[in-house]
Every structure is written in structure tokens, then in C-alpha cells.
């Protein structure tokens, strides 16, 4: 059952404004009372626009208007049925929201102005006001104020109000009246203004109303809820400790009680053996914390040197450590700590692992503290635990072990895990790998070597690239600075197909090309683009100039990075940190030489040609191997704990649910995957890498240099490669990145399609190769008409549309002109404060022109890529806060324009933003004076 709580703002505020005055009394209350649920409606009334608002704020009733209480009453019931609201249970309010709520509980008002909100209110347990103007009551044409609160008629439904110290809108004998006109009421005062008080002390003061009058809670939770508040009332000081410890320790902080604030952390140290080791640390605050120290307490330390908890050295570990926190303490007190007593906990466990290791006697790291002194000498009591350690055994211990020698066998049919495809072993033999031959349609043959294990490496990757054909969405919300990264083997043209879609504008940002190996050492890192549709063609209302674009260009971040070659995993060629290089990546562009005329270390061929299709096997191979050795030769640390195992994957720059959606797909639920675990071999890791390799970076494939082969010979290439479900589509980078430089001096204009040469002084269309190339260009678009122009950009389109589409966001002034916020020289000014921030501004550019928008063509002109899950809420943080910081105030509401609908609507601050819906406008108001010195930081 649901506990439903109506919270009525006060005047010159709205619904959504009050939400945030009060976000911190909400999240406490559906924190420790999962079934309540606040409501927030509108006032009906609006009140004139004010200078530095977006939209006018409101107000219950107006100044001398008899009818206003009973419209907003009747209003109150309206809403109550479209939100579906069959009982409140409990009325919020403030200000002029806190004399709506009194009134409601009069038992004359409502059956008198809205008998039918009457049903509404049978189940009303109580009220909470704060700011309650007696002074301000509003006019009645059917009972006077005097009748309405009349000593005889007071409200007997139990209340709580908040009493401002510095309230000066509330009369002098505010409390006698609360006394007088509330039968059973209690009075809670506060230091601050004119607000709905947020701290620690009002919020638990609420809390403790609620529980004592919330039906539909089982008294077991009552009683919970109840001591959580009745051991001492945390301060304002420790609770904001308590948020900035949870932002800073995330997953590895767990609040185990805030009254009196408990937390749990978890440290991570490597003990002796190698291994990591788990270890906890408890700190209670004490009541007047942090003017005293805190209680400390450890666990699982003594694992860190091979000690047993049940071992007589464990307590002494203990005592050592809760005296050395005590010491830190002390010399801490006044300030807050926390923070200290982690660093200090973890520096002492990681110089005790460094002691033992070096040599130092087990005991004897620990000083004149005797841990075991009935066995005698330290060096005899060591040898002596040592012995029963190793008699005894742990099953724990024998069962990992037996595991890591699993996973570190070969396998009897797969052979090594540690060959490429096709790099042959130091002696010069083919590592058992099987010879085949494919014949493609235009009569070519293809010799290809391949181990068993890349056949079973690629038997999987063709069993999900069926089972699982559709692109995984990521959970998550925010801005997205979207990378492709390039890779494939040297000489490929990759660093060519990067200058292509970068079109960089001087040589400092041009990568460099030549025809050998390895031309391309450390990453080149540019913003390249994809096309959208304009949404200006889109929306109904918007008349289309002239020359409206068709596309828009929207900016990402492209990485190319060195060319692989065989045994990439392994450190051959420029090896594991060119891998590396592509762990920021969200899709790869795999740049692959179509023509055949370079071998598998990117050498020119001289008078034999190579399949394609080798290379694009070998290329995932190598991906692969990369991630699965890098697992496979930390399987000890990952059998200690799911977190270790996990944290091998979320490396990769990924979060934890794209892992886990792996692990299903691999058919290993969380639930039982430390047991799963013991007992895998190679084929069970190698399996889950394939799938989480799917997910984390699906692959598009770009056939280059397809004017150096046949139109024949490169559809056979593509019609093999994507019966494998691959996504393939032919280019010819050198081509784009020609035309790309002619078009830069002014020698040709060009669109989708088609190029015009320019006639001018420099010759223009009288330039041979200039007509040899466009001459060229007509070619490639009729030997591929699916393609367009070089292939290039379709491309990227193919890999950002088809493979990770992200949700580009359109914020605009207003949805009448359409004008875009101003995005790029705000968020260019807040970037140049922080040092090394690398976020690439999504800048949308007009598909005919590269020049800075005028305030007259900035329509739609300017957007941010971010995540499908964002929500305007979301969006409202994006464009509110640092690096863009474009809008100012507090969050009113959200408009957007609905292409499905073709028509402007209101978007709820928790919806998801769609592709129909990424227009938007942003509504704020300025806080107001009185509001600005009496609200704390959350109101």
C-alpha cells in the first residue's frame, strides 16, 4: 500500500521549484520508507513574469478574490485524479502552501468549498507546515477568518510545524496560536528564515512524525525506523560528510546506519602471496564527532600476511592497527576524519605486507607487541603456525588452486592459447595449425592457415554475431564524448582515413602517411564527424530558407591508433600498448587493405595478392587474445573475489552492467558465478570474452582501397564477409582525403554526389589530374552506388548509426525560433579553467559551411551527443553546470517538440529523452532574495 503525501508549495514558487527545496527531506523519507510517495501539483494561478524567469511562478489565490480558495481546492481534486491518487495520506506545505494545508484539515472548509476532495481526505493522518503566516489567510465568501479558526473549531488533525527563528513573515505570537488552533501539534524551531527547513534535525523531526502516524508499515520496520532516529540526531556537519564520503569512495563505502552514522569500507591490498585481499574498516561517529573520536574497528587485515582470523596473531593484528587509528584520531580531532582514518588504515597494512615480504619476522613487524608469547620464541611460533597452516589446509584454498591449474592447461583440441593466427613459432614450424582453401566468385583461390583454437575462436564470435545481432544500448545517462577508434594492420590506410574524416587544418594536425610499416607510433586523436538528418527539415512550423541543408555534421572523437600485426597480444610489433590505446572507444572502424596487396605486417606484395578476409579474422583474434590473457594471467587475483574478476572487465573504461548483461549472455549468472568460476577452463573464459568483446567494441568494417581491385573480386569480399553477419562497406580513403585537400585550396566544390571543378588561375578544370580524379570519384559511385562519394563518411555514419547510436541533444532559446543555445563559447570558456580536460565540444556544423553560426542561421545549429538513458532532469545538469553552464537558476520544466506528434509539449523531469523528442527547452526561475539568505544548499 502506498503512503501518498500532497506537498503545496508556497507563492511565487511553482511544483517542480519546491521539489528541489525539499530533495533532501524526500530522499530521507523514501530512503528509510520505501511506500511513501510525495506528490507536487501546480497552484492554478499565475503570476506575472518577473525579470531573470523563464516561466511565471504561482500562487494558490489571488489578492480580493472571493472564488480563488475554492478553485484551488476543486483544482487540488482534479489533480488528485489525474495522478490516480485514491487517498492522501499526509499533506506538506509551505507558506502560503502550509495555510492550503491547514484549511484542508478544517472540518467546514472543504465540505463547504470541493465536497467531493472530501473522499480524498478520510484517510489524512496529518500535516507538516513550515512558515505558516497566520496574518495571510484568504478571504471566504461563505465563513469569515475568525469563524474558520475559532477556539471551538480547531483542527484536530495532528500537525508538525517548522518554526523559523528569523521568519520575519510570521507574527509575534506565532506558537501561542499554533497552540490554540491545533488540537494536537507539535513545534519543532530552527535558526533559519522564511524556508522549509532541510537539515538533519527537521528532516529526522519529519521522519519520526511519519512513522508515528504512516499505516501500511509493519511494526518490525517501525521499530527499525524508529532506532535509527532515537539512538542521537546526527548533525548537519556529519551528514554532509557522510554524502561527500559516498561521492568519493562509491561502491567501496556502505553506510551500514546514520544514527548513529556507520560506515563500512573496503580496502583492497595485496597480501604476500600475490594475491588481493578484501579488508574492512568500520567507523561509528559518535554524538559529538567530530569534536571526539570515532569507534574504529578492522577485519580481514591478517590475510594480508597469511594469518587465519582464528589464529591468536589475527587479534593482535587487530590491536595494533585499532591503537595506530587511535593515534591518527587524535591528532584529527575538530576536523573531519574520515577520509584520514582510510589512508592511514591502508598506508599500515601495505608498510606490514612490504615488512614481511622484505624479510622481516612475521612478529617482530609489530615491535614490543608480544602477539603469541605462549609459543615461545617469534622465529619458533612462526614455524610453528606456518605447519599447521599447511597440515590443515583450506578447502577454500585447494579448490583455487586446483582452478588457476586449470584455467593454466592447455587444452587437448584447441592447442596453445598463446599463437596468433598466422605467426608461426620460434622454430620456425606452423604451431599445428590446418591448411584451407576458399574459393572465391570470380575464380580466385586463398590458401589460409588457422589453429584449431582460431577456429573455435571464431566458431563463437559467428554463434552471437547470430544469436545477438542487434547493438547493445547502454544504461546510462549524461554526455558522451563519443570515440571511434581505427584500427588494422600498418599500411592499411588508416592514418589516411583519419586525415579524411578529421579534414585537419594544418600539418601539426595531420596524420602522417607513407607506404611502410609503422608510420602511425603514438595515436592520432581528431574530431571527425557523422551525419544526421537536419532536424530542421523535421519540425512542421519551422519555414526552410532556400538553401536549408539536408545533413548535419556532428563531431566526434577519432583515434587511430599504430597498425597491428600478428602476436599484437603478446608484444610483437608495437604490441599491448597500441591495444591499449582503444580501451576509451565505444565502436572500431576496422580499416582493412581490400585490394590484397599487402601481407599481414603490412608489406606490399609484389607479385601475389592476399585475402581480405584473413585479415579481418586475425584482427578480432588479436582483440581477443588481448583481453583473454590479460584475464587469464590474473586468475588467482579474480577467484578471490567477484569484485577482482568484475574489475578485469569494467577496465576496459566500461561500467559494471555492460559486464554483467556478458555474463548472461555467456550463460553465468551472477548469483552463482564465484561457484561457476572454480570450476572453468579456457573455453569458458574464452567464451564470456567473446561475448563481453561484442558488446564492449562491435567492429565496422571499412574495405579500402577498392579502386586498386576489381568491382568483382571486392563484392565477392563483401558478399563472404557478410554472411557472417560483419558490417562492411567498401571506401577508398586516398580518394576522400585528395578531394578533401582540393576542395581546402578552392580547385573543386562538391556535394553528396557530385564534383565541380573550379575554373580560376591555377587551372582548375584544365588540370589533368584534377579531371583524372573526379573522373575517378564518378567511377567508384557507379562501380558502388550504395555508397556515397568515397565511401568515407558512409562509413562512419554505418558504424555510429548501426553499431552504438548515441542520442544527439538539440537545446534551444526557445521553440518558436528555434534558435540554439549558444553551447560552444561558454563551454570553451569553463574547459580553459580546467587544466587537461579533453571533452570535445559537439558542435553540429551546417552541412554547406564550416563558418561560426550569426544569431540570424543559429537555428538548430549547436548540440551534445549523450547517452540514450538521459532523462531532462538530466540534461537540465548538462546544461547547468561546468563545462557548458549555458543555463542558470533552478529547474522549472522542460519543453520539447515531439516529431511523432509534430507539435511542443511538456516532458516530465524524469522522462527519457528520445531521437523524437531531443529538442528541448529548459525552463528556469532565478531564486528569489528572501529565498537566497534563508535556503540552505539543497533548498
Avoid at 484568504?138 to 500537525?159: A, Y
Avoid at 494536537?184 to 532541510?198: K, N
Avoid at 584529527?332 to 582514518?341: E, I, P, R, W
Avoid at 582460431?454 to 554526455?479: M, N, W
Amino acid at each position: 500500500m502506498c503512503f501518498n503525501v500532497v506537498v503545496l508549495h508556497g507563492k511565487h514558487q511553482c511544483g517542480e521549484v519546491f521539489r528541489q527545496r525539499i530533495a533532501r527531506v524526500q530522499k530521507t523519507v523514501e530512503r528509510e520508507l520505501p511506500h511513501v510517495k510525495f506528490y507536487f501539483p501546480d497552484a492554478l494561478y499565475e503570476l506575472p513574469l518577473k525579470e531573470g524567469d523563464d516561466v511565471p511562478t504561482r500562487t494558490w489565490w489571488r489578492d480580493n478574490r472571493d472564488d480563488d480558495l475554492e478553485n484551488a481546492l476543486v483544482g487540488l481534486e482534479t489533480y488528485c485524479l489525474k495522478e490516480d491518487i485514491s487517498s492522501i495520506h499526509c499533506i506538506f506545505g509551505f507558506s502560503q502552501g502550509a495555510i492550503l494545508a491547514t484549511l484542508m484539515c478544517h472540518p467546514d472548509v472543504v465540505t463547504s468549498f470541493a465536497p467531493k476532495l472530501q473522499t480524498f481526505l478520510l484517510a489524512l493522518k496529518g500535516i507538516v507546515v513550515a512558515g505558516l503566516p497566520f496574518q495571510c489567510f484568504p478571504p471566504s465568501p461563505h465563513t469569515s477568518n475568525e469563524g474558520l479558526f475559532h477556539p471551538s473549531t480547531c483542527v484536530k488533525t495532528p500537525s508538525l510545524h517548522f518554526v523559523g527563528e528569523k521568519d520575519t513573515t510570521l507574527v509575534d505570537n506565532s506558537i501561542a496560536l499554533i497552540n490554540t488552533f491545533f488540537e494536537d501539534s507539535t513545534i519543532v524551531e530552527h535558526p533559519q528564515g522564511h524556508v522549509f527547513p532541510s537539515k538533519a534535525d527537521q528532516t529526522n523531526a519529519v521522519l519520526s512524525f511519519l512513522l508515528k502516524h504512516v499505516d501500511g508499515v509493519d511494526q518490525q520496520q517501525k521499530t527499525n525506523a524508529a532506532s535509527s532516529t532515537s539512538y542521537f540526531t546526527i548533525t548537519e556537519e556529519q551528514e554532509e560528510e557522510l554524502e561527500s564520503l559516498c561521492d568519493i569512495y562509491g561502491d567501496d563505502v556502505q553506510v551500514l546506519s546514520r544514527s548513529p552514522p556507520q560506515l563500512m569500507f573496503y580496502v583492497i591490498v595485496t597480501g604476500v602471496d600475490g594475491t588481493d585481499v578484501r579488508c574492512l574498516l568500520n567507523i561509528t561517529l559518535t554524538k559529538a564527532y567530530p569534536d571526539d573520536i570515532p569507534i574504529v574497528s578492522s577485519s580481514h587485515v591478517e590475510e594480508c600476511v597469511g594469518v587465519k582470523q582464528s589464529n591468536p596473531v589475527a587479534s593482535g593484528i587487530s590491536s595494533v592497527i585499532k591503537e595506530h587509528l587511535h593515534q591518527v584520531a587524535q591528532e584529527s580531532v575538530g576536523m573531519a576524519m574520515c577520509v584520514t582514518l582510510v589512508m592511514a588504515f591502508q598506508e599500515w597494512i601495505e608498510q606490514l605486507v612490504e615488512n614481511i615480504s622484505s624479510g622481516v619476522d612475521r612478529l617482530s613487524a609489530f615491535g614490543e607487541v608480544q602477539l603469541s608469547q605462549e609459543n615461545g620464541d617469534n622465529a619458533d611460533a612462526d614455524a610453528k603456525m606456518e605447519e599447521e597452516e599447511e597440515a590443515k589446509g583450506s578447502q577454500v584454498h585447494r579448490s583455487r588452486k586446483a582452478a588457476i591449474k586449470r584455467m593454466m592447461e592447455e587444452d587437448a583440441e584447441l592447442g596453445s592459447c598463446g599463437r596468433a593466427v598466422v605467426d608461426c613459432n620460434e622454430d620456425g614450424d606452423n604451431g599445428g595449425k590446418e591448411k584451407h582453401t576458399d574459393k572465391t566468385e570470380d575464380g580466385r583461390q586463398f590458401t589460409k592457415e588457422e589453429t584449431p583454437l582460431s577456429k573455435f575462436i571464431c566458431s563463437l564470435y559467428d554463434t552471437i554475431q547470430a544469436q545477438h545481432p542487434s547493438p547493445y544500448t547502454y544504461e546510462r545517462s549524461g554526455v558522451w564524448k563519443y570515440t571511434i577508434g581505427l584500427v588494422g594492420k600498418p599500411s592499411a590506410g588508416k592514418s589516411t582515413f583519419f586525415n579524411a574524416i578529421t579534414e585537419p587544418t594544418s600539418d601539426a594536425d595531420t596524420a602522417k602517411v607513407a607506404s611502410y610499416p609503422f608510420t602511425t607510433i603514438d595515436p592520432n586523436v581528431g574530431q571527425g564527424y557523422f551525419k544526421i538528418e537536419h532536424p530542421m527539415n523535421l519540425v512542421k512550423e519551422l519555414p526552410l530558407p532556400a538553401q536549408a541543408p539536408k545533413f548535419k555534421k556532428v563531431p566526434v572523437i577519432v583515434k587511430d591508433v599504430a597498425g597491428l600485426v600478428p602476436g599484437a597480444y603478446k608484444g610483437r610489433g608495437k604490441g599491448n600498448s597500441f591495444l591499449n590505446d582503444l580501451c576509451d572507444a565505444d565502436v572500431l572502424i576496422h580499416i582493412v587493405d581490400g585490394s590484397g596487396k599487402s601481407d599481414e605486417n603490412g608489406v606490399i606484395l609484389s607479385d601475389e595478392q592476399r585475402d581480405p578476409v584473413s585479415d579481418v579474422l586475425w584482427i578480432k583474434e588479436e582483440l581477443h587474445r588481448w583481453i583473454f590473457n590479460n584475464i587469464r594471467c590474473k586468475w588467482g587475483k579474480c577467484l578471490r573475489s567477484v569484485d577482482n574478476f568484475l574489475s578485469m572487465f569494467t577496465g576496459y573504461q566500461c561500467r559494471t552492467d555492460l559486464v554483467l548483461e556478458a555474463l548472461k549472455r555467456a550463460g553465468s549468472p551472477m548469483q552463482t558465478l564465484s561457484e561457476d568460476m572454480l570450476g572453468w577452463g579456457p573455453r569458458d573464459l574464452h567464451k564470456l570474452v567473446a561475448h563481453f568483446l561484442h558488446i564492449r567494441f562491435p567492429i565496422m568494417i571499412a574495405l579500402n582501397k577498392v579502386d586498386e581491385a576489381s568491382p568483382e573480386f571486392i563484392r565477392s569480399v563483401i558478399k563472404r564477409l557478410a554472411t557472417k553477419g560483419n558490417l562492411v562497406k567498401p571506401t577508398c580513403a586516398r580518394l576522400e582525403w585528395t578531394l578533401c585537400q582540393l576542395e581546402k585550396q578552392g580547385a573543386v566544390k562538391r556535394t553528396d554526389q557530385t564534383i565541380v571543378a573550379c575554373d580560376d588561375e591555377r587551372g582548375g578544370s584544365g588540370d589533368h589530374g584534377l579531371v583524372n580524379i573526379i573522373d575517378q570519384h564518378q567511377l567508384l559511385a557507379k562501380q558502388y552506388p550504395s555508397i556515397q562519394g568515397s565511401g568515407v563518411v558512409d562509413v562512419v555514419n554505418s558504424a555510429v548509426h548501426l553499431l552504438r547510436p548515441p542520442l544527439v541533444l538539440f537545446p534551444v532559446k526557445d521553440l518558436e525560433s528555434f534558435q540554439s543555445l549558444t553551447i560552444e563559447e561558454h563551454a570553451e570558456a569553463a574547459l580553459s579553467k580546467k587544466k587537461g580536460n579533453k571533452l570535445k565540444l559537439a558542435k553540429a556544423a551546417n552541412e554547406t559551411s564550416v563558418t561560426p553560426p550569426s544569431p540570424s542561421t543559429n537555428v538548430l545549429e549547436e548540440c551534445i551527443l549523450v547517452y540514450p538513458k538521459t532523462s531532462a532532469g538530466d540534461a537540465y545538469d548538462i546544461l547547468n553546470k561546468a563545462p557548458f553552464a549555458v543555463i542558470h537558476g533552478e529547474f522549472v520544466r522542460c519543453d520539447c517538440y515531439d516529431f511523432a506528434l509534430q507539435t511542443k509539449r511538456v516532458m516530465k523531469r524524469t522522462e527519457h529523452i528520445t531521437h523524437n523528442t531531443s529538442i528541448i527547452k529548459i525552463s528556469t526561475n532565478k531564486r528569489k532574495g528572501w529565498q537566497k539568505k534563508n535556503s540552505t544548499k539543497t533548498q
